[in-house]
């Protein structure tokens, strides 16, 4: 299986073909995997050097000149370091954009603290009208790239990783899928934690949600799907810091009683290189440590 940075650059540049109004920007990152495209369209690919905060500044000028640019590095330097240049070049001068991020949370585990980014999600929670793709699967990714890149004048950001699930989802943005119903209480699973997820809730009595989009929040699935349980109980499984939808369960839930169990990657900092497989266990994001955790919470 080929993996979502793979699928982004083969998507893109196939884009790049059938729609003139298309534009990538980057920062060497994946530069090797746009040389072709770069070749057929020097005026439309265009590689800035080492200089995130130029990446995304130059993705909004692109923008206000009526482009549909889509920026791409490594989720740490697309929204950390560049988080000014996302704030005012996109988000103040009210255009749009497509930023493509990749190495997620601790897919980069070896490349250490510089080149994760657990809190990217969290820090565009902060900005007004973004709409956050977290795929699981290539399939996915590649679904929800086309679409975002056809998505108007949308400010868009698109999180790939090495972590994916096995088989991909039909993805409806803005929408969470119902995979399994349950009267236990409800487990939402995004993006590349749906088979921990599935494994750990195999055998108990759960409504099982996916989301391969979360923002905007699936305010009204969630309410008809603790409608349908017990008790209005909800787990919200992350692929990044512990609590970053927390407020939008929470939100979804205020005409009811509820409890809201938010895991994530942790706070603390994993001092640790290892792989990202080795960071997943580290977390407590396994299928195993997922297990214990949920069962204590709804009492399974």
Known sequence: MDTMRERFAAVTTELLDSDPRL???LAVISSDRFSDAAR?????????????????????????????????????FLTERAFEQVKLDIGHQGVGAVLVSAGASYDIAAGGRTHQAPGDVALLDTLDGWTVHVPGHPDE?????????????????VRLSDHSNVAPRPVSPGRFQ??????????????????????????RDVTVLYASTVRPFDAATVREAT?????ADLVVVEPYLT???SAHAAEALADVPHRVLALGTR????????????HVAGHGLDAESLRARIDAFLRV
Do not use: C, K, N
């Open 23 to 25: 534009a990538v920007v």
């Open 141 to 157: 990714a590649d679904a929800l790239l086309r679409h975002a890149a056809a998505d108007g004048d949308s400010r868009v950001y």
């Open 227 to 231: 409608a349908g349980t017990d008790a």
């Open 178 to 203: 119902v995979l399994r119903e349950g009267r236990a209480g409800v487990v939402l699973a995004v993006g590349p934690m749906l088979d921990a997820v599935l494994d750990a809730t195999a055998d």
């Open 40 to 76: 057929a369209h020097p005026d439309r690919v265009i590689d800035v050097g080492i200089r995130e905060q130029l990446l995304v500044g130059a993705t909004g000028g692109l923008a206000l000149t009526g482009l549909r640019p889509i920026a791409h590095t490594f989720a740490s």
């Open 267 to 278: 706070r603390a900092e994993l001092r640790h290189y290892g792989t990202w497989r080795e």
């Open 243 to 245: 609590g970053t939808s």
